[in-house]
């Protein structure tokens, strides 16, 4: 720093944490004083006149450093190109679509069909998409780069991921180790220690911003409610992901499906999000009315429940790879061989075969409504697991089978009771016992296979 006895008109000198350019010098036998004008950038153009004696941190700016400025050479094209590069890198803009930032600001071996995503939801003004890659594909880092590049462009701020139970920490490890994004489990134990912390009336949804939930949890209003106060009718920069949507369809393939209690809470729940990505690698069921009616929680401007969906309508929102496809594009998976296992050579009185056409008889004569179909089907996936589990599920069926009979056998005694007229007490009667005998026909058959199970 030069000395401050040898200011003159037009140097630079620091004073007060401002830096000062003389503009004039007043001499005196015992103060001196100077003009100072300010030139930095919040209070360019101030004056103010000082005692040079009397100022402590007044000091004169050594023009040394300036004299240097042009004795620096410029950067080679090579190295300033870099230098542009790694700047735009480090810059994401909501103008540029083309331009990614994710996927160097994560902890993931890419690959490039894992690009394709997020290249469809950064074209979509609200991020409606459907995932249905195959299994294995990693629909859970093209969600979690999709989400990791919104926040980057400011697009996104509240998320919540709807997984099945059993998902829930996987989904949670995947964020933070693979993205560096905390998320919070909401279950019983969390809902307590926010109690617990904050007091009862607190909402558990606003201490955080970034959710997981189970599937069972969106249909309890315990949870829920405190949720539907923070989306209110349409929460903007917030999205929900739904992994496994295909439970959230209607599963029957009637004309009109009726909707499960999942399907319903989903549907409450999705409307006031503005971003929506479902992730399912079996999408569709077999019935055209159940997927549109899943295609219609994800983007009801699109689609419509009922009405037949055109692939020109779902090539925007959908991405579907199969391994075989990117497998012929040089992308290497592993070829999954199915190679039947025939068991033959067992003798005809073998307990796995007599019980199998004994359940298949039971079966021909008791095909009821879809309630009958169901119990058949879980006793045959019994049977094929062992034939210890069957018995448990046919002891577990014979004691709803008696249930019955106890039931059918009070109500034929006490028709008489109830009913006046003696034309129809002898109809409720012949009913009952004919109903009755079916059942005690069933008990029968079902005690036969317990003797070949125990």
């Known amino acids: 720093m030069a000395d401050t006895e040898d200011i003159q008109l037009g140097d630079f000198v620091r004073a007060r944490s401002t830096t000062w350019i003389v503009e004039g010098l007043h001499g005196g036998i015992t103060v001196p004083t100077v003009n100072l004008v300010s030139i930095e950038d919040d209070s360019q153009g101030d004056s103010i006149r000082l005692a040079l004696r009397a100022e402590l941190d007044l000091e004169a700016v050594d023009t040394s450093d300036w004299s240097n400025m042009l004795r620096s050479t410029f950067e080679n094209p090579q190295q300033l190109g870099a230098h542009l590069r790694a700047t735009e890198w480090r810059t994401a803009t909501s103008a540029d679509r083309r331009l990614f930032q994710a996927p160097f600001r994560s902890g993931i071996r890419l690959e490039q069909y894992q690009l394709l995503p997020l290249a469809k939801a950064l074209e979509l003004p609200r991020v409606n998409l459907l995932i249905a890659d195959d299994v294995g594909l990693g629909k859970t880092i093209e969600a979690g780069l999709i989400v990791r590049e919104l926040m980057l462009r400011r697009r996104l701020s509240f998320v919540v991921v709807a997984a099945p139970a059993s998902m829930q920490s996987q989904w949670q490890d ?120 899943l295609l219609d929680i994800l983007d009801p401007q699109r689609f419509t429940r009922g009405i037949e969906v055109k692939a020109k309508d779902l090539e925007p929102v959908m991405v579907r ?97 109830v009913i006046d007229s003696d034309d129809l007490i002898e109809e409720v009667t012949v009913e009952a016992r004919g109903e009755l005998g079916d059942v005690n026909a069933a008990i029968a058959h079902v005690e036969a296979m317990l003797k070949i199970t125990s």
């Open 321 to 417: 790879r199969l391994k075989e496809d990117l497998r012929k594009l040089g992308h290497k998976f592993p070829e999954r061989l199915i190679d039947p296992i025939v068991i033959d050579g067992l003798p005809p009185d073998a307990p796995e075969l007599r019980l199998a056409a004994m359940l298949d008889e039971y079966r021909s004569g008791n095909m009821g409504g879809s309630r009958a179909r169901f119990m058949f089907a879980n006793l045959q996936q019994r049977l094929f697991s062992s034939i210890a589990a069957f018995d448990r599920t046919l002891r577990t069926h014979l004691r709803a089978l008696q249930r019955r009979q106890e039931s059918l056998a009070s109500s034929d005694d006490t028709a008489e009771d």
């Open 174 to 293: 995947e964020l933070s180790q693979k993205f560096g994004l905390d998320f919070t489990i909401v279950d019983r134990d969390y809902l307590l220690e926010s109690r617990r912390r904050r007091g009862f009336s607190a909402n558990p949804w606003s201490i955080g911003s970034r959710f997981i939930v189970s599937h069972s949890v969106l249909a309890d209003e315990t949870y829920m409610s405190g949720l539907r106060d923070i989306l209110q009718s349409y929460k903007a920069r917030s999205m929900l992901i739904l992994d496994e949507a295909h439970h959230a369809a209607p599963a029957g393939g009637l004309a009109w499906a009726t909707e499960s209690q999942l399907t319903r809470a989903v549907r409450e729940i999705a409307a006031p999000f503005e971003h929506r990505l479902f992730l399912s690698a079996t999408p569709h069921n077999g019935h055209s009315n159940s997927f549109s009616t």
